[in-house]
């Protein structure tokens, strides 16, 4: 089975250029979350989309950071313009929620694309 | 907000040692707790616990949760260069969100 692809796995960028993240969830989840981790402040959520709508994106930083899923099996990240501290490992991650009695999910993780801004 | 506060930060042990690793939490409408492991690469999945009390188990690693105190503790025995990673707990609560604490640092020397 494959698991969550994310792409570039590895991105070298200068200052101001515009970044886009890609992601393809595993199929059949319907939970779509994307997550940046760094050294100082460990894995933050960003925002998470459930059925391809986004539920909670109190976590972007700012509003040079973009996220859209425009249908099931595809998001991207978007930042526009990039500056240096948004170097970072950013990871996308997928789980299947079903609806009644809920207990929590397991979610998984792809690979992460490594993002470094000059 | 969410909060999930992990202990210790970093923790260095020689191989065949026990280690405890700690998770404490603050959720709105708690749904579930999870523990991964990372080491290079994605985090992986290794236990997740809804009810207090009730140990979940994995070869040598174990955990806990206690609903009452808001805390999970992860023990690994009889540590091999190989459980060297960074161990994460994380929080699902209302949503669905899961919120992520900072991981502990586990080096395992030969």
């Known amino acids: 089975d494959a698991g969550v692809i994310q792409s570039p796995r590895h991105e070298v960028t200068e200052m101001g250029q515009e970044v886009t993240l890609r992601c393809k969830p595993i199929s059949g989840h319907n939970s779509l979350f994307w997550y940046r981790q760094t050294m100082m402040r460990g894995l933050e959520l960003l925002i998470y989309?459930?059925?391809?709508?986004?539920?909670?994106d109190s976590g972007m930083p700012e509003d040079r950071f973009s996220a859209k899923m425009p249908n099931a099996s595809f998001s991207t990240l978007k930042i526009q313009p990039s500056e240096p501290r948004d170097s970072a490992v950013y990871f996308c991650a997928s789980s299947f929620k079903g609806t009644g009695t809920y207990f929590g999910n397991t979610i998984y993780f792809g690979e992460g694309s490594w993002l470094t801004v000059v | 907000e969410d909060k999930v506060v992990q202990s210790p930060l970093s923790l260095v042990v020689h191989e065949g040692d026990t280690v405890t690793l700690n998770c404490s939490y603050e959720?709105?409408?708690?749904?579930?707790l999870l523990w991964y492991k990372q080491e290079k690469k994605a985090p992986t999945f290794l236990f997740m616990l809804t009810s207090s009390g009730i140990e979940k188990k994995s070869g040598r690693l174990s955990s806990i949760l206690d609903k009452k105190e808001l805390f999970s503790i992860l023990n690994i025995t009889a540590t091999q260069t190989g459980d060297s990673a960074i161990y994460l707990c994380?929080?699902?609560?209302?949503?669905?969100?899961?919120?992520f604490g900072k991981g502990i640092t586990l080096s395992v020397r030969p």
């Open positions: 994380a929080v699902t609560g209302a949503n669905s969100k899961l919120t």
């Open positions: 989309f459930n059925n391809n709508v986004p539920i909670d």
């Open positions: 959720v709105t409408n708690f749904r579930s």
